[in-house]
């Protein structure tokens, strides 16, 4: 059970190029999600997903694209990358959020990713 | 959406003492109330949660409280030590009922360091 996968965990972009962060995850979770981690801004959430084939936006949506096309995987994409998009990504997954289920949300080990 | 507001940005405490962190949320509709705590190059790790049906939840050494009246929750670490130097996100949330469809907002983070 490796938990949340993350990959890479580090790249340099130039601007303009495109990439594709990986997310996995083993525990058969239905909610995935994308977070971004800015110095004094904490975490803020891209996209998000509550099940495979359903996708939604977060806080901070623009310069990127999520798919869901199986249970495990929640792929982002970079469309073409600015500097304003350097920061550390966290992909995170839990089990089904609901009030009265348990909500504990896990994250992967993170991606630094910097664009110049 | 929801805003939610942590004070201190820092905080430095004498090995032994208490830590206390606190958050604020705008969206009176809110529901779960989780900490997140973060050590350096880590990923967050969930060290407690609160719903907004109890007024306060204690494990060991930290405990968190919440007035829904006032909007806000905090975190207080009793007996400190060096190993809970790290940075504490306070998030907010409303969680559905009937559905996994939900955002969760976190706080720009409070560095707690232990002095020894």
């Known amino acids: 059970n490796a938990g949340v996968t993350q990959t890479p965990k580090f790249q340099v972009l130039k601007t303009g190029q495109s990439m594709t962060l990986q997310c996995a995850q083993d525990m058969n979770h239905e909610y995935m999600s994308w977070y971004r981690q800015d110095p004094g801004m904490g975490l803020r959430l891209i996209h998000y997903s509550v099940g495979a084939g359903i996708t939604d936006q977060g806080e901070v949506p623009n310069g990127y694209n999520v798919s869901r096309s199986t249970t495990e995987d929640f792929p982002l994409r970079l469309l073409s990358a600015a500097p304003s998009q350097t920061s550390v990504y966290f992909c995170?997954?839990?089990?089904?959020?609901?009030?009265?289920?348990?909500?504990?949300?896990?994250f992967g080990e993170g991606s630094w990713l910097t664009v110049v | 959406g929801e805003n939610v507001e942590q004070h201190p940005s820092t905080l430095s405490v004498q090995e032994g003492d208490s830590a206390v962190i606190k958050c604020t949320y705008s969206?009176?509709?809110?529901?779960?109330f989780p900490w997140y705590k973060q050590e350096l190059g880590k990923r967050p790790q969930l060290i407690i949660d609160?719903?907004?049906?109890?007024g306060e939840k204690k494990d060991q050494r930290i405990a968190v409280t919440l007035n829904k009246t006032a909007k806000h929750f905090s975190l207080h670490i009793t007996e400190t030590q060096p190993e809970d130097s790290a940075v504490y996100f306070c998030a907010a949330s409303i969680l559905p009922r009937g559905s996994n469809d939900y955002k969760l907002s976190f706080g720009a983070g409070t560095t707690v360091t232990v002095r020894a």
């Open positions: 995170a997954s839990s089990y089904s959020p609901g009030y009265l289920t348990g909500n504990t949300i896990y």
């Open positions: 969206d009176s509709a809110s529901n779960y």
């Open positions: 609160i719903r907004s049906n109890v």
